[in-house]
């Protein structure tokens, strides 16, 4: 089972920043290369990590999955920071951090959570509005368990939590479906030393066309390949993921905010709603014309929801 669920992780967190279906979803993407805001930068233990800071008023922190970095929240930027402060990091070993690695170096969620407390704390920001997208909702969710003093709301977007459909019958079949037509040969080309090829396979075999990675815009595609990184570690088998179950989120009396989109996965879609189960205090909402990548597929359905969740919280 823990394959199991390592391989149904793998597939989603590297498909964070799923491409558009129709001319006015791909224009929201290709905002990503709007803006050049000016970057700062945090020093956690000798290792520096990127972020941008703009607005003022309550802090909203933005965390991005795999495969991706700050700039994927682009399209939230300029919308959230007319009344919050909005903090947009890219977590440690993405795009423009440093990417030196070595065999120790630790990629778990559990690491990332650690950092991000830290960030918090550092920045001095008091109970911030944290909003999690994929492995960064992972990320997002296991910081909040182990400090909620630092979050006084949490939006989570699709986090792969598997370990909730461990005994779900509507999930069985789904990770080893996804392994063997997706996981296993992109795997291979990380292998053989193929990054594109890799991430084209990834994303091909997700959206269902081979050539999707091809036809996705240039800005999009250089953003994927310049985050590969953290992906090998991934793929490596290593276990860097928290097996969380219901219990867990007894205590959890923060608001939250899960988001799920119309089109997304069925695993990612059944995981949101088996955590609105668990997590008391939550609410679960359904994004139209949207996948995985919903911040950028439906800006403004997205913008709306999470906007109004933060000002009633």
Not at 56 to 82: L, T
Not at 225 to 239: F, H, P, Q, V, Y
Request: some cysteine; charged content about 25%; overall charge negative.
């Amino acid at each position: 089972m823990k394959n199991s669920i390592f391989f149904t992780s793998l597939i989603f967190l590297l498909v964070t920043n799923f491409s558009c279906k129709n001319k006015q979803n791909t224009e929201a993407v290709n905002t990503l290369k709007k803006s050049e805001r000016e970057l700062k930068t945090l020093e956690l233990d000798g290792y520096k990590i990127s972020y941008i800071d703009i607005g003022k008023g309550e802090p909203v922190v933005f965390v991005h999955g795999a495969i991706s970095d700050y700039r994927v929240w682009e399209n939230q930027m300029d919308a959230f920071s007319e009344k919050y402060r909005v903090i947009a990091l890219s977590r440690r070993y993405a795009y423009p951090n440093d990417q030196t690695t070595s065999d120790s170096n630790d990629y778990s969620v559990k690491a990332h959570a650690k950092d991000l407390q830290n960030i918090l704390q550092k920045l001095n920001l008091g109970p911030v509005h944290l909003v999690g997208h994929s492995y960064g909702g992972s990320t997002s969710l296991v910081a909040t368990l182990e400090n909620p003093d630092l979050v006084k709301s949490l939006i989570l977007l699709e986090p792969p939590v598997s370990s909730m459909l461990e005994n779900l019958p509507e999930a069985a079949g789904l990770d080893e479906e996804f392994a063997n037509k997706v996981v296993i040969p992109a795997a291979k080309a990380f292998g053989e030393n193929n990054e594109e090829a890799a991430v084209a396979l990834f994303i091909g075999g997700v959206m269902g066309d081979s050539l999707y990675f091809d036809k996705s815009p240039q800005n999009e595609r250089a953003m994927w390949l310049a985050n590969t990184t953290e992906i090998k570690a991934i793929a490596s088998g290593a276990d860097l993921f928290e097996s969380l179950m219901c219990q867990d989120f007894e205590g959890l009396k923060i608001s939250t905010l899960l988001i799920k989109g119309e089109h997304s996965p069925k695993s990612l879609r059944l995981t949101s709603d088996e955590l609105h189960k668990c997590i008391q205090n939550s609410e679960l909402k359904e994004l139209p014309n949207a996948s995985h990548g919903l911040q950028h597929q439906n800006p403004e359905g997205f913008n709306k929801i999470v906007l109004e969740f933060i000002k009633s919280h």
